[in-house]
Nanobody
């Protein structure tokens, strides 16, 4: 069982930045950030292989060049999502997820069904 706690959400104007944090209670192979806007499906935003500080990442096309996922070098169980140049369409509840299954020679997944453990979410609101 892995318990995840997100923090760092808030309200910003378009063009602004936020950094989300997710702390896991235990080992994970990969961790990801997902978001869900009202009336929409939960979608993958960014993911990272955390096992052995591998560092491989994957991003949704909609956030490439604006969002960066990273793992804390000292606190290996903490993952960040740096969000720059935020847009109103980034407004959503953001969820951290983790999974334990080893996926050798693959980029970390962005599909919801690939993740077993989920946090409670943190709200991000971007105004125009």
């Amino acid at each position: 069982q892995v318990h995840l706690v997100e923090s760092g959400g808030g309200s910003v104007r378009a063009g602004g930045s936020l950094r989300l944090s997710c702390e896991a209670s235990g080992y994970s192979y990969c961790m990801g950030w997902f978001r869900q806007a009202p009336g929409k499906e939960r979608e993958g935003v960014a993911s990272i292989v955390t096992y052995n500080a591998d560092g491989r990442t994957a991003y949704a096309d909609s956030v490439k060049g604006r969002f960066t996922i990273s793992q804390d070098n000292a606190r290996k169980k903490t993952v960040y999502l740096q969000m720059n140049n935020l847009k109103p369409e980034d407004t959503a509840m953001y969820y951290c997820a983790a999974d334990l299954v080893v996926r050798a020679n693959r980029n970390p997944p962005l599909e919801r069904y690939e993740y077993t453990y989920w946090g409670q979410g943190t709200q991000v609101t971007v105004s125009s």
